[in-house]
C-alpha cells in the first residue's frame, strides 16, 4: 500500500468519532422520542397495475425531533434496533396502522389492505406472537386487513423459529409479504417453506428495468411468484417506462413516487 501521509489517517479517525458521536446524540434523544409524541406514520399507497385501484398502504415511520430534525429511518431504526427500543415502538407503529385501516376501511365491499414493516428485532421477541393478537383485539381490526413486511435476511437467522411464527400470524389471518425480495440470500428451497402471500421485488431491481440485462431478472421474478401463486409487488416505481414494463410482465401491484410518495395519514385520508 502506498504511503498516503498522516493527515489523511487523522481525517479518518476524526470522522469516525463524529460517526460515533452522532449517534450517541441521535440514541439519548430516542429515548424519550415515543412518549413526546415525535413519532409519525406516513403512508404509501400500492396500486393494482391494471385497474389502477388502491390495493393497500405500506405504513412508513418518521422521526420528527425537536432537536436533530426530520431524521430518516435509515438513520435511526439499526439504533432502535441495537437498543432494543424496536419492541415498543413497533407496537406503536402496529397499533397506529391498525387504527388507521379501521379509518379507511369503510366500505367493506372494497378492502384496503395497511402493511407495516416489521424488524428481525420484533420477530425474534418471546412475545410478538401475543403482543400482535392483543393489539387486534384491543383496536378491533379485521386482521385480514394487515400485511406484515419481513425481509429475507431478517428470517435467516433462526429461520425454524422464525417461520413457526409466520404461521401463527398467519392463522390469526393476516397477511405475509417478502420484503426486498432478490436483496437476500434466500434460495428458492426457502421460499417454498414460507409461508408468504406476497412477495415485493426490491427496488434495485426495478432500477435495472432501465437496462437490457436488467429486464428479464424482473420478468422471472413475477414469474417465479405467480407459479407458486403469489402476488407481485414492485417498490420504488418512478417513471412511467418501468410502470410499462411491469405491466408487460404482469406484476401485479405497482409502489412508488410515480404513484406517490409517502404522505401523513391526514391527506390520505382525503381520499376517503
Ligand atoms: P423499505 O421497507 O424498503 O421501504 C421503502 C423505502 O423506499 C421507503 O423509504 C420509501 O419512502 C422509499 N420509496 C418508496 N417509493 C420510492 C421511489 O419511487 N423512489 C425512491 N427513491 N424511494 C422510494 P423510507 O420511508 O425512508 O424507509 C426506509 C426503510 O426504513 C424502509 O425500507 C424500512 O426498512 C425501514 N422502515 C420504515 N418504517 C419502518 C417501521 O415502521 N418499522 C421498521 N422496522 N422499519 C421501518
Ligand atoms: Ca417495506
Ligand atoms: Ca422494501
Ligand atoms: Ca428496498
Redesign the pocket.
Known amino acids: 500500500a502506498k504511503y498516503e501521509g498522516k493527515n489523511r489517517y487523522r481525517f479518518f479517525e476524526k470522522s469516525m468519532n463524529e460517526d460515533l458521536a452522532q449517534k450517541m446524540l441521535l440514541q439519548n434523544s430516542l429515548r424519550n422520542a415515543l412518549e413526546r409524541n415525535e413519532f409519525v406514520?406516513?403512508y404509501?399507497p400500492e396500486v393494482d397495475t391494471f385497474s389502477k385501484s388502491i390495493y393497500g398502504f405500506?405504513?412508513?415511520?418518521?422521526w420528527i425531533s425537536p432537536e436533530h430534525g426530520f431524521v430518516?429511518?435509515?438513520k435511526f431504526?439499526h439504533i432502535?434496533?441495537e437498543t432494543g427500543m424496536?419492541v415498543e415502538?413497533?407496537k406503536w407503529?402496529f397499533k397506529n396502522a391498525c387504527e388507521f385501516a379501521r379509518k379507511i376501511n369503510i366500505d367493506e365491499a372494497n378492502r384496503i389492505i395497511v402493511s407495516?414493516?416489521?424488524?428481525p428485532i420484533?420477530l425474534m421477541h418471546n412475545d410478538f406472537v401475543e403482543d400482535v393478537k392483543d393489539i387486534i383485539a384491543s383496536t378491533e381490526i379485521s386482521p385480514e386487513l394487515i400485511g406484515f413486511?419481513i425481509?429475507e435476511t431478517a428470517l435467516m437467522e433462526s429461520f425454524a423459529e422464525n417461520i413457526d411464527k409466520l404461521y401463527k400470524l398467519r392463522a390469526l389471518g393476516v397477511m405475509i409479504i417478502l420484503?426486498?425480495f432478490g436483496t437476500g440470500y434466500s434460495s428458492l428451497n426457502y421460499l417454498r417453506k414460507m409461508p408468504i402471500d406476497i412477495l415485493k421485488i426490491?427496488?434495485s431491481f426495478v432500477d435495472d428495468l432501465n437496462s437490457e440485462e436488467g429486464k428479464p431478472l424482473a420478468e422471472s421474478i413475477v414469474a417465479l411468484a405467480h407459479s407458486i401463486g403469489l402476488k407481485v409487488v414492485a417498490?420504488?416505481?418512478?417513471t412511467e417506462d418501468q410502470f410499462n414494463i411491469l405491466q408487460k410482465y404482469k406484476c401485479d401491484l405497482i409502489?412508488?413516487?410515480?404513484i406517490s410518495?409517502?404522505v401523513p395519514q391526514e391527506e390520505t385520508l382525503k381520499l376517503f
Request: a negative charge; proline letters at 5%; glycine letters at 8%.
Open positions: 406514520l406516513y404509501q405500506e405504513a412508513l415511520i418518521r430518516s429511518p435509515l431504526i432502535l434496533e424496536i415502538v413497533g407503529v407495516i414493516n416489521v424488524s420484533q413486511e425481509t420484503d426486498d426490491d427496488k417498490e420504488g416505481v418512478e409502489q412508488g413516487y410515480l410518495k409517502p
